[in-house]
């Protein structure tokens, strides 16, 4: 072979002809691809990819000294000292590996300009002597959940554009200061701001001053609520982003008052926001006048008990462009009301309201399509009936419910998609699926009361996929209700203890192309109608059994 470029395959006969430059090993093989005598004999290469049985060829790669890229994702638990060797290097993704400690070698390739560590969750030390390494530019280290402390003079890597993550420290070269001479850019996330102590260590991050900032998450200790840090809310002050911030995300703030860069809107910008877990607060920020807001997020706000005026803001239009929004964890939450005489929420399409158990009524907000209720106050579900558009729609541990209220939805001819699960007291569906004519996935789940379908299942003509699992007291599926499920693809029963019969009226499942059934130890025998030369009700449907006792009925 005289290419430069080689894709090293599993089971294919690799011959090396001339000078090879970059190398890719496949990536859809889920065996190890081994060298053979005609590559261990390169030793130009450049580039590497996808590297394969990664301990066993590392003395391979170790000796390509003019390499520039190596992709070492997933490479062990341990990196060899003589990495170092690869003086050339600019490029090192070891994502998702095992490693626990990046040796102090690794700071001897003084032209890397990349080093990505993403998803190494074993990874508990960085080296000391990073802030030698002056020409790096990007530091991955996202999802290293081991990792405690940064090196010592992180901000020394003047060329440092993009660092995923910052960990602060109390002593000096640990300290969020470390961050004021970095022109990042992207996504900024700087955890333990416990250990800034007064607003002039915060200022001094110059996070206003870093324009090419996209993406900001700041995030306290969540286990040190019995102690709120001294001057905290002076520091969320100081760490004011620069106007051009698209992504703001606060976890833990531990303080009573919002700072005024929030409270006043000055980031104009922001599509997404999402605070979490700012306890002692006991109104929400106004929000409602960012022109640009897309995505919010408002959940742990644990003092609050009314939302209002503060929270839409005196405008024309309150959350002009908001599509989704997420209540969640509001427990001691009881009246939300929208500003009168105004337009509220134009473009929401998205609601999930999780954890709210005091409030007793949502706004009726016309433009939702997908509705999520889920561990709230029973009676809260009653507006789901005026919110006609749905097209999803999510009910969830709402254990008071022994019925669902009735017409809750009878007037939905645009839902879609059904899911009720952890219903641990409803005992009936009676009446619910008559008038839901476009639904195309059925999901109940863990619903141990109900021991039949209704026979309005029969009306869902557009649907595909029914999915039933843990409901322990279901014992069939209605023989007349599944005559009109024209459509069905995909039938899955999982873990239902006392279910015993499919029916006949299986045989009605002339579209069926996937049958799951798992761990139903009562289901001892199949309708005659399923077995159509041992492949099913249809010779394309797919067919997974299991459970011990069944017998086949040929």
């Avoid at 009306?459 to 069939?476: A, P, V």
Wanted: one cysteine or more; charged letters at 20%.
């Amino acid at each position: 072979m005289s290419h430069e470029c080689l894709v090293v395959e599993f089971g294919k006969a690799v011959k090396v002809a001339g000078r090879i430059i970059h190398m890719s090993f496949d990536w859809n093989s889920s065996r190890a691809i081994s060298l053979n005598e005609d590559l261990c004999k390169v030793g130009s290469l450049r580039t590497c990819l996808g590297t394969s049985d990664c301990k066993a060829s590392l003395p391979f790669f170790l000796k390509q000294k003019y390499l520039r890229v190596l992709d070492f994702r997933s490479v062990g638990s341990e990196v060899p000292r003589s990495i170092n060797n690869l003086k050339h290097l600019r490029y090192l993704d070891m994502s998702k590996s095992m490693i626990k400690v990046l040796p102090e070698s690794t700071t001897c390739l003084l032209n890397l300009q990349t080093l990505k560590l993403d998803s190494c969750h074993s990874l508990c030390k960085l080296p000391k002597g990073m802030k030698y390494m002056k020409n790096l530019m990007y530091l991955g280290i996202t999802n290293c959940s081991s990792l405690t402390r940064m090196p010592e003079g992180i901000g020394q890597l003047t060329c440092l554009q993009s660092l995923s993550c910052f960990i602060v420290g109390k002593e000096k070269g640990y300290q969020v200061s470390e961050l004021k001479g970095l022109n990042l850019r992207n996504k900024l996330t700087i955890k333990e701001l416990d250990n800034v102590r007064n607003s002039v260590e915060a200022k001094n991050a110059n996070l206003i001053g870093k324009q090419n900032l996209h993406s900001l998450s700041l995030v306290w200790q969540s286990d040190n609520k019995s102690h709120v840090p001294d001057h905290v809310e002076d520091v969320l002050d100081g760490l004011q982003p620069h106007s051009n911030l698209k992504e703001l995300s606060i976890n833990n703030y531990h303080g009573s008052k919002i700072p005024a860069w929030i409270q006043d809107s000055v980031l104009c910008d922001l599509v997404e926001i999402s605070l979490i877990c700012w306890e002692r607060c006991e109104h929400l920020p106004t929000l409602g006048k960012l022109p640009f807001l897309k995505v919010l997020n408002i959940t742990g706000w644990h003092a609050v008990k009314y939302i209002g005026n503060e929270f839409h803001g005196d405008g024309a239009i309150s959350f002009p462009s908001l599509k989704e929004f997420r209540l969640q964890e509001m427990r001691d939450l009881e009246e939300w009301r929208t500003v009168t005489g105004g337009e509220n929420f134009p473009c929401l399409s998205t609601l999930d309201i999780t954890d709210c158990p005091k409030l007793v009524e949502i706004p009726i907000i016309p433009s939702i399509t997908g509705l999520t209720m889920r561990r709230n106050y029973a009676m809260l579900i009653k507006p789901v009936m005026n919110l006609t558009s749905l097209s999803s729609l999510v009910i969830e541990n709402m254990d008071e419910l022994t019925v669902l209220p009735d017409g809750l939805l009878q007037n939905h001819k645009m839902l879609e998609m059904l899911k009720i699960s952890y219903m641990l007291n409803l005992k009936s569906l009676t009446n619910q699926l008559d008038d839901l004519s476009a639904l195309n996935k059925f999901y109940l789940g863990c619903c141990d009361k109900i021991e039949s379908l209704p026979e309005g299942l029969q009306n869902l003509h557009s649907l595909r996929e029914l999915s039933i699992w843990g409901c322990n007291n279901l014992l069939s599926l209605p023989m007349n209700g599944l005559q009109g499920l024209s459509s069905l693809r995909r039938l899955s029963i999982d873990s239902c203890n006392k279910f015993c019969s499919l029916s006949e009226g299986i045989q009605y499942l002339i579209a069926l192309e996937n049958l799951l059934i798992d761990t139903c130890p009562k289901l001892i025998s199949l309708p005659e109608d399923i077995i159509i030369d041992g492949l099913g009700i249809a010779t394309k449907t797919a067919m997974l059994l299991s459970w011990s006792t069944l017998r086949w009925q040929c």
